[in-house]
């Protein structure tokens, strides 16, 4: 709950006020406070100049504010001490001049979070506090509302399943946390991973990559299409930043247990803090769970693979003075999980129920850390300065099974054992300058900085022998031996460097966003079954953005942006003894965003044309599992609506068609599809607060549902195999009473069995990737 407080200096000499003077001016107050809420919630800029007005509860002179999109603003000092300041300071509250009346503190107070699920702002799309009709780029936020509403909190993918462009879960339920998604034709694993607005796309050379606790995040912004020239590191596709739960002036104290299928048991708690003044604020977030989960192994009496996992994240934020903010804040993620979904075919192509992996031997356990600053300070009106830095680490021990062919009787399944350690080390840096300022009758907001991001990622993997299985009568708990046979024993580090300026040029309606960037990459590779095994690249490039947008004055916003992205890859490529070639692309994108004045509801349309070359795809003939095209294009269009229908009932709208097509291939397959690519994708989601109709006994009930649309993928490139569309139903029940909230969230609610693609190889074998089941979570909320 967000508090605002006011005080109002008399504009003429009263000394002894009558009580109808009082009351008339307290009128006035509560009036002049609720048209200042109301301007923070119109107008982002308007509530940051505004700050100067705001006072805390309890006289202090000192506060910060919370904006639209849920980050913390710096906190502004008032122009008047309080009469209980005077006191604390030994002054006589009767020696304040009788020409300035101080009246009490008037304290109007928020209703918790926002209900609805639009966004007016956002700083993914420039790196600037920009409203999002004036991005020329396709965008969505999700906030922490929605996540809360429909349980996000098993795997972070599950954030993005109402989001046009973008289809997570590729390879089905995945226990393990990785992060599988692509956007817009694109596989996005790594590649979109950004928190906090710096890249957390550093990966191993085999499995590791950073994943993220749904729990820890404030919200998530979908930024689509090419990204680079703000990010460096950005895909063709686009990028998913991640926003960390940091301290703010309110305090917060929220526990939360849940339970449910597959015996999910989770606790979370979320505690915040601040002084009286509102320069030093703390929060803790943390989070444990222990599930079961859907991956059943046959024959074994209900063995199910598992999920052990812990989080917490201490933050901090110290603010010496009005115009200097310093946030300091680290986490801590350990993660332990079994098999995953991958359902093993038959020679002749038929899914089975055989399971690959071993109970007893399957294992995916990472341990990650991280460290983290965001210093930021407003030199004057015009210029402010920013730092954002952050390191972090993964350890991990991978062991699974590999698939090695079928005997004479077409049952028996030959089996190879691998087992990985992989160490990623993360170094990101950014440093901008933002300045506001004005020739003639242009405004202008400039950005220039420079980032630096070091990835170093070392792989040592055995591999050995390992029983077979009956993939129609399998018998698990079989011993599997050690892997002692090394395999790979390589280590890559890749420095990039970039300089960066933008400037959005407005003129009257017309605002004018243009963008420039020059990278610098150096990468060095060792690998023992290279010979030479030292191999060094150095590459740099260009990259731009330009966009135009026309703002009018009922919301309607139409667009038409330029942008291109420049991406080094982590791996190697087994065909030449060397790195991936970096991968770029380039888009022409049309939309138009209409956002109703006064309002949050949000209304996108867009249509692009995005072309990416040097594109890493799928290839089980490589030891690493992926090669490289040479050329894919995509053109596609989006839809979006994000919209409160009427009073208590809230909406979201989400199309998106997709045309990809490889245009330029090595291997024969122009003209086709890629891999695990639908052509089309649908959702809506609806939710009611009951309460709105003015029944006693419904008060705090809300009720909400959901559809998700999938269409069908190319199971291979010669496009000769296809998965079939596939349509799932999500359901939630809540109940607010007081400081308690409880949910019950259903997905996939008619328990559809599904499969979200197949590698099968015909004569070969292959494994099925099979969707999440039904789940059904109870959740318990106290905020107190």
Known sequence: MKAYTKTIKGLCPLTRPTKLVIAIQYALLSLAVAGHVHAQDASPESARKSQMNVLPAGGNAETSATDSSGSGDKASKGNAPSTQENAQQGKNPESVKPSETVLPTLVIREKGVQEGYGTKSSIVGTKTRTPITEIPQSMSVISRNELDMRAVNLNFTEALRYIPGVVPDQFGFNGTGFEYVSMRGFNSLSTANFRDNLSQQGRGLYFADFITDPYSLERVEVLRGPTSVIFGRGDAGG?????????????????????????????????????????????LVTTALDTDTQVRFPNTGGDRAQIRRFYISPSLTW????????????????????????????QGGSPTNTLLGEPTFTRYSTDQASFSYKLEHHFNDTFTVRQNFRFMGLDGRFRDLNPAGFDADGRTLFRSALSTRERVNQTVLDTHVEARTR????????????????????????????PSIDIFNPVYFQPVPTPDSPFIDGNQKIDQVGFYVQDQIKLNQWLLTLSGRHD????????NVFDPQHTASKDSAYTGRAGLTYLFSNGIAP???????????????FGNNSPFKPARASQYEVGIKYQPPGTRNLFTAALFELTKTNVLIPDPRTPLGVSQAGEIRSRGAELEARTEV?????????????????????????????VRVPNLTTSGWLDYNLGTLNVDWLKGFFIGGGVRYVGRVFNDEANTSTTPSFTLFDAVLRYDHGPWQFLINA??????????????????????????????????????
Request: charged share 20%.
């Open 747 to 784: 997905n996939n609610i008619f328990d559809e069995k599904y499969y979200t693609a197949n590698n099968v190889v015909p004569g070969s074998g292959g494994q099925f990737f099979l969707g999440t089941r039904r789940t059904v979570i109870g959740t318990l909320k106290l905020r107190f």
């Open 520 to 527: 610098r990459v150096s990468n060095v590779t060792n690998v």
């Open 239 to 283: 990028i998913i930043n991640r926003v960390t739960k940091l301290p703010t002036s309110t305090p917060i104290r929220e526990v939360e247990l849940q339970y449910g299928s597959f015996d999910r048991k989770r606790i979370a708690g979320d505690f915040g803090l601040a002084n009286e003044d509102g320069t030093l604020m703390f929060r």
């Open 319 to 346: 603010r010496p003075t009005d115009r200097t903010s310093v946030t300091l804040f680290g986490d801590i993620l350990n993660n332990r999980s079994e098999a995953s979904a991958f359902y093993v075919a038959t």
């Open 439 to 466: 020739t003639g009758p242009l405004n202008h907001t400039v950005l220039a900085g420079i980032d630096w991001n070091r990835v170093e990622s070392t792989l040592k993997s055995f591999t050995g022998s390992a």
């Open 646 to 674: 009427f009073r208590g009932l809230n909406a979201i709208g989400a199309f998106s068609y997709v045309d990809v097509k490889v245009t330029e291939s090595a291997s024969g397959f122009t003209g086709n599809m890629p």
């Open 559 to 573: 667009y038409f942006s330029y942008s291109q992205s420049f991406l080094p890859q982590y791996g190697i490529d």
